[in-house]
């Protein structure tokens, strides 16, 4: 059960590490020292994620998407509190254009993409939520209003199941085959459309508040002032649509497979990405990325379930989606 209420005066947008051994209820682990050479390899190995070809000094007062079509003019955002004490926002469905033609190859071309209407947790997911749910907290910088971190895609697909089934609601996730049932009433990560629709909340530049890489020292925490540590979510201004932190702090975990040339092939509806991959796609970039890797358009990935082993997973948090029973 949803209990709604709205939230006045949210404030609009528009106005690394080496991994360590697990804490608190975590089993003791093994030494992970000899994977950092399997970890080197991994991470030349990997095609995405790539900076776009422009340089982040550049990244100012340029955009050559065409308009965004939100939904609906700018109003308060409509928010549910969940039995499991988690704020949601509604995101009203609508279209955007998504990519960007000076980014990286993989966001390539930009094309309209419509959305359905959606539920989206109104912050990370914290560890406090993480450890309630699951029993243990693999976050490498704790405390319990920061973000969940150093997980992978798998662990947070469990979670979501785990909250549906805590609400009563059906899973998505088979945790066999994890494949998602997009018709489920319960939760699961948001595909990428989904996530950059969101991201953007109406706006149609390089972040939700503009061109102006400079802006990110207001409305994120990301590599030039966050201490190299994620901070409690909330902390920064939410975006028009009353999402908070979706650039910077953790980059967070989508649904969908990364194919570098999906973009070229996608339905314009509701587009749920390739049926297979190597790779899960994360996005908004984290505490320790640059301007360029924050954009609301740009992709990274990264295998689903690889042990936490390697350089960066401190990094990896995620947040949930519901879909709308009806529209708004």
Not at 27 to 34: F, L, V
Not at 109 to 127: A, L
Not at 163 to 187: H, I, M, V
Not at 258 to 270: N, R, V
């Amino acid at each position: 059960m949803l209990t709604e209420h709205r939230i006045e005066g949210v404030q609009s947008a528009s106005g690394g590490s080496a991994c360590q051994e697990r804490r608190r209820t975590n089993p003791p682990q093994a030494d992970r020292t000899p994977a950092l050479a399997v970890c080197a390899l991994l991470l030349t190995l990997s095609s995405c994620g790539r900076e776009p070809s422009n340089e982040v000094g550049k990244a100012a007062a340029r955009s050559d998407s065409p308009a965004a079509e939100p939904a609906r003019s700018p109003q308060p955002p409509k928010v549910m509190k969940t039995e499991s004490g988690v704020e949601m926002v509604l995101i009203p469905g609508g279209s955007f254009m998504m990519g960007d033609a000076q980014g990286a190859d993989d966001v390539k071309p930009v094309r309209k993409v419509s959305v359905s209407s959606f539920w989206m947790d109104k912050h990370e997911v914290t560890q406090a939520s993480y450890e309630d749910l699951i029993g243990n907290n693999p976050a490498k910088h704790e405390g319990d209003k920061n973000p969940i971190e150093q997980v992978r895609w798998t662990q947070a697909a469990r979670y979501c199941n785990a909250r549906s089934l805590k609400e009563g609601l059906k899973p998505c996730y088979d945790e066999q085959t994890w494949k998602c049932d997009f018709e489920a009433n319960g939760y699961r990560l948001p595909t990428e459309a989904e996530w950059e629709y969101a991201c953007r909340a109406g706006a149609s530049k390089l972040y939700s508040f503009g061109d102006d890489a400079q802006g990110l020292r207001t409305h994120a925490w990301f590599k030039e002032n966050s201490g190299k540590k994620p901070h409690s979510v909330g902390e920064k201004p939410a975006n028009a649509w009353g999402l908070h932190d979706m650039h910077g702090n953790v980059s967070e975990w989508c649904n969908d497979w990364h194919a570098a040339d999906y973009y070229k092939s996608s339905p314009e509806k509701d587009p749920r990405g390739p049926e297979t991959g190597q790779k899960r796609v994360l996005r908004g970039g984290s505490f320790n990325s640059p301007p360029a890797k924050c954009a609301a358009s740009f992709r990274y990935c990264d295998a689903p379930a690889l042990p936490d082993v390697c350089l960066g997973y401190d990094e990896y948090g995620f947040r949930c989606v519901r879909k709308a029973a009806e529209g708004p």
